[in-house]
Nanobody
Framework: QVQLVESGGGLVQAGGSLRLSCAASGGTFSSYAMGWFRQAPGKEREFVLAISRSGGTTYYADSVKGRFAISRDNAKNTVYLQMNSLKPEDTAVYYC???????????????WGQGTQVTVSS
């Protein structure tokens, strides 16, 4: 059983930056591809980014390309989401998730964190 704990969310002005972290425990971190998803009020959960087990392959949602980046440190059992040039429409609860597969479909992911709120003011 893998436990995931996100941190780093908060309130930021448009154009600002935040870095989210997701610490994993209870499993072999390098065995899992990791993803970040987000859910805004009244909307469905959507894919943001994903990274392969080794970190060599990443997937990005079009809405965040050029602004967000995902990385992982397998020695620290942690995945990161660097968010730059934030926009009000990025406001959401951000979740990290782990999968033994790899992809953008949330149904592929077996383990989820509790989420961290990101609010971008205009």
């Amino acid at each position: 059983q893998v436990q995931l704990v996100e941190s780093g969310g908060g309130l930021v002005q448009a154009g600002g930056s935040l870095r989210l972290s997701c610490a994993a425990s209870g499993g072999t971190f390098s065995s899992y591809a990791m993803g970040w998803f987000r859910q805004a009020p009244g909307k469905e959960r959507e894919f943001v980014l994903a990274i392969s087990r080794s970190g060599g392959t990443t997937y990005y949602a079009d809405s965040v390309k050029g602004r967000f980046a995902i990385s992982r440190d397998n020695a620290k059992n942690t995945v990161y989401l660097q968010m730059n040039s934030l926009k009000p429409e990025d406001t959401a609860v951000y979740y990290c998730a782990a999968t033994r597969s790899f992809g953008v479909n949330p149904d592929l992911y077996d383990y989820w964190g509790q989420g961290t709120q990101v609010t971008v003011s205009s």
